[in-house]
C-alpha cells in the first residue's frame, strides 16, 4: 500500500509506515460501513454473484460456513469431544447431531458427525462417530481448535 501512497501523495506527506496506518484505516472503516443497511445490501448482492459461479461457489460457501461455525456468535452447540480411537484420543467438533440432516444410509445408527482438525495444517476430516465412543470435554471451540491445530504446544489458556 506504501507504494500506492507514494505515488498519488506529494513526497513531503509520506513517511515510512504510512502504509500500514493506511490500511488499518481503511480495515476500521469497511468495518464501519458494513454496519450500514446499504453497503450490507450491496455486500449481499456480491456474494449472491460469487454464489452463482461454479467453481468459486462450492469454495467459497465451505469456507464461509466453516467459518461460521468457530464465529463465536454462533449459537450452534458445536461440543468438543475426544473420541476414542483404538485405545487413543481424538479432540473433535461434533459438526452434526440430528440424524434427519445426515445422509439417509447414517440415520438408523446412533452416530453424528464430529470433525477433527488436524495439527500445523488447515484442514482436517469428518467421521461419522458411534455416541458410545466418544465423551464430551470442558473446552470451547476456539480453544480446542488452537490446541489442536499447534499440536498441544500452546497447552491450556491461562486467561
Not at 507514494?6 to 468495518?31: N, Q, R, S
Request: glycine share 8%; hydrophobic share 45%; proline share 6%.
Amino acid at each position: 500500500m506504501g507504494s500506492a501512497l507514494k505515488w498519488v501523495l506529494p513526497d513531503h506527506f509520506y513517511f515510512p509506515g504510512l502504509g500500514v496506518i493506511a490500511g488499518l484505516l481503511l480495515l476500521f472503516i469497511v468495518g464501519l460501513l458494513m454496519k450500514a443497511y446499504v453497503v450490507r445490501q450491496l455486500f449481499a448482492l456480491g456474494e449472491d454473484l460469487l454464489l452463482k459461479l461454479p467453481l468459486i461457489k462450492s469454495i467459497y460457501r465451505s469456507l464461509r460456513d466453516f467459518f461460521d461455525f468457530l464465529s463465536p456468535k454462533d449459537k450452534k452447540p458445536g461440543q468438543v469431544v475426544a473420541v476414542n480411537l483404538y485405545g487413543m484420543e481424538m479432540i473433535g467438533l461434533v459438526t452434526q447431531e440430528d440424524s434427519q440432516r445426515l445422509p439417509e444410509s447414517f440415520r438408523d445408527q446412533d452416530k453424528v458427525m464430529v470433525y477433527f482438525p488436524m495439527s500445523y495444517m488447515i484442514g482436517g476430516f469428518t467421521l461419522f462417530v458411534p455416541r458410545a465412543s466418544m465423551r464430551p470435554l470442558k473446552m470451547g471451540k476456539d480453544e480446542a481448535i488452537r490446541f489442536v491445530m499447534t499440536a498441544g504446544i500452546t497447552g491450556k489458556n491461562k486467561d
